[in-house]
């Protein structure tokens, strides 16, 4: 157990379809580097989760998108899942979330659908990143160049592909938000 994070609160954006595994795993991570995640849904409750086409777990929400203010976390999270990624997407309170999040220079980590959502927020143009294969197009016509990579670091911008790049996507999702909390951390300044 590390404690990189140590303290960070991390919202993990997602509903009902959202890859199990893409959900879990991140949210170890997290865990495991001292962080405080949190699940921000489009509702309150629970959400079902997805193992690919079948479904999965239910897991408790924590506070709605629409209670939750980005300016009290410190990083976003975005797991996948096809019906994740559309229903994310097309709410206009998680879409302004998650741009809230990029205006402030904040670390952002979505695999495999979740690009979509980044699309549809408009913060993709310029940007290198990867994705689940099929949203190549639309991240490209978004602006993005799209490559196929297991995992792509763009700044503060962390991307994954899929579930078998979870554990490249983990330890970027640490060494990213680690770096941004040490540039944001007046103490660390003072040092």
């Known amino acids: 157990m590390s404690d990189e994070l140590s303290g960070m609160r991390v919202a993990v954006l997602a509903t009902d379809g959202v890859e199990q595994v893409e959900l879990e795993r991140p949210w170890q991570t ?61 709410d206009a309170d998680a879409v302004a979330f998650v741009k809230a999040f990029f205006d402030a220079g904040k670390p952002v980590a979505a695999i495999c659908h979740a690009p979509w959502v980044l699309a549809e927020a408009d913060v993709v143009r310029g940007r ?29 911008l962390v991307t994954s592909r899929n579930p078998d790049d979870l554990d490249a996507f983990g330890a970027a999702i640490v060494d990213v938000f680690a770096r941004a909390d040490a540039e944001t951390d007046p103490e660390e300044e003072q040092a």
Request: glycine share 10%; no cysteine; net charge negative.
């Open 30 to 90: 997290l865990e495991e580097a001292g962080a405080e995640p949190e699940l921000v849904s489009l509702d309150s409750g629970q959400i079902t989760m997805y193992q690919h086409i079948d479904k999965g777990d239910p897991r408790k929400v924590d506070t709605t998108v629409g209670d939750a203010d980005p300016d009290d976390y410190a990083a976003l999270v975005l797991p996948g899942g096809v019906i994740n990624g559309d229903f994310v997407r097309a």
């Open 128 to 156: 290198r990143m990867t994705s689940w294969p099929s949203l190549q197009t639309d991240l490209r016509n978004a602006g993005a160049t799209w490559v196929d990579e297991e995992v792509v670091v763009d700044g503060t």
